[in-house]
Structure formats: C-alpha cells, structure tokens
C-alpha cells in the first residue's frame, strides 16, 4: 500500500501503539517523584523512592521471589511444553483438537476460577503459602504459551529432515537434539520468554496461593496499594517493566545468533 492510504494505516498504527504503550510508560516518571502522593507530571524529580525501595526487606524479597519463581516456572513449562508440543504434532483430526483445547484451557478459563480451584487443591496437600505451590501454579498457567510457541515452529519444519537423519542411524534423541531442536530453537526462547512473563506478572494466583512469608512482587504491590497509594509502588512497577523488556530484548538476541 502506497500513497495517502499507506500513510493513513502508520498514522492509526502508531496511534494504536501510543494508546496502548503511553498509559504503561506513565508509570516511569512517577517513581522518580520527590512527593509522596503519586503525581503526573512529577512537582520535583528524585530518586527517594528508588531508596525507600531498595533498602525494604519485604520489596527485596518479593522481587527476589518473583524471579526465582518464574524461572523456575518458565523452565518447567519449556521442558513439559515443548514435549507436549511434539506429541500434539503427531496427532491427526479430533485427537489433536482434542490435545490443543486442552492445553489452552488454562489461558481460555478465567484466571479466577483457576485460582480458587488451585487454592483448594494446595490447600489440602499443605503447598498453600510455599515456593513450590506458586511454580507448579505458574507453570500451568505459562505452559499453553510455550506448547503453541513451539507448536508454530514444528508447523514450519520440514519432516524430511528427521526421517534423513534418522535413515544415517541417528537415534530419536540425537534427531531431537540435532536436527529438530536447533531448527525449532526459535519457538522455545519465544515460548521461555512468554512463560516468564506470564509468572512474574500473575497476581490473581499469586494472591491466592502466597503466605506471609512467600510474596511475590505484584502480591507486595498490591499490598501497598490497599494500605497507602505512594510512588514506591511505581518504583516496583517500574522494575517489573524493565525485567520484561529486558527478557524480550535478550530472546530477540538469542534468536537472532540462532538465526
């Protein structure tokens, strides 16, 4: 598309992008007020809160928490989902419809009703309010993202090159880790990346299954917000924005030299 038409589609585009990027972005200038009421644009810029932020316990270990829960998250569900996506391409007709309702229901169920579900069910195996609890949740709810993810890239693979290497000899698990692996690579840092998003954002879950002394970031956030409204929970905000920009900005890298 050229000419007005072209130029009118970027114009809606961009505009599309701002109305959805802005609201977000307005968080970063609120961490760095001087006041202590949330105020846009800031009266005086600081790093106070920067320091109210770092130098709490409980903001330290809430972020220390939300990453190791969504690493282990995102690693589970790129072991499970990606085994899951190579079993779903093998299936045919309804056993493959079948397979993939069922492994995007948890993004197609509300998150809610999960929550409540998870609550009783950890609640009677004692995981309610332990490290362990919240992974396994997370992961079950970051897994569709990588069986998909990855289940795009088997789409494009060609299934010739399997069948070549597995002709010279290769054992299944050498094609996997040599031929099929390397060309889906892709998908599984795409599908990593989702995961670990999914789980360092996830706040319904998290506020169901957390205990006084496992807190993860957006539980510790929306702690503050039901207490005081202060620019500390910017400052949070603030670095949750920056840890997914920097694992999205780190997959593009990965796939990029993969490429």
Do not use: C
């Not at 045919?92 to 229901?105: E, I, K, S």
């Amino acid at each position: 598309m050229t000419g007005r038409g072209g130029i009118g589609l970027n114009l809606f585009a961009a505009a599309m992008a701002a109305f959805l990027v802005l609201p977000i972005a307005a968080v970063v200038p609120a961490a760095f007020s001087q006041s202590s009421f949330i105020r846009l644009p800031p009266e005086a810029w600081s790093l106070r809160w920067w320091h109210v932020f770092l130098a709490d316990p409980s903001w330290r270990r809430a972020l220390v928490k939300s990453i190791e829960v969504a690493t282990w998250a995102a690693a589970l569900s790129v072991v499970a989902g990606t085994a899951a996506a190579l079993g779903i391409a093998r299936l045919r007709g309804t056993a493959r419809r079948l397979a993939l309702a069922l492994f995007v229901g948890p993004v197609v169920v509300p998150v809610i009703v999960l929550a409540v579900a998870l609550y009783a069910l950890a609640r009677s195996t004692g995981m309610v309010g332990t490290t362990a609890g919240l992974v396994i949740a997370h992961t079950m709810l970051a897994l569709p993202y990588v069986a998909l993810n990855v289940g795009v890239s088997l789409g494009m693979l060609d299934p010739r090159l399997g069948l070549a290497a597995a002709g010279l000899g290769a054992s299944p698990w050498r094609v996997f880790r040599t031929v099929t692996l390397p060309l889906i690579r892709p998908g599984v840092l795409g599908g990593a990346v989702f995961a670990f998003v999914t789980s360092f954002d996830e706040v319904v879950l998290s506020i169901f299954l957390a205990g006084p002394t496992v807190k993860t970031l957006p539980v510790r956030i929306w702690e503050e917000i039901r207490i005081e409204y202060t620019p500390v929970v910017a400052v949070a905000a603030t670095v949750m924005i920056a840890l997914a920009l920097a694992a999205a900005g780190a997959s593009r890298l990965f796939r990029r030299r993969a490429a």
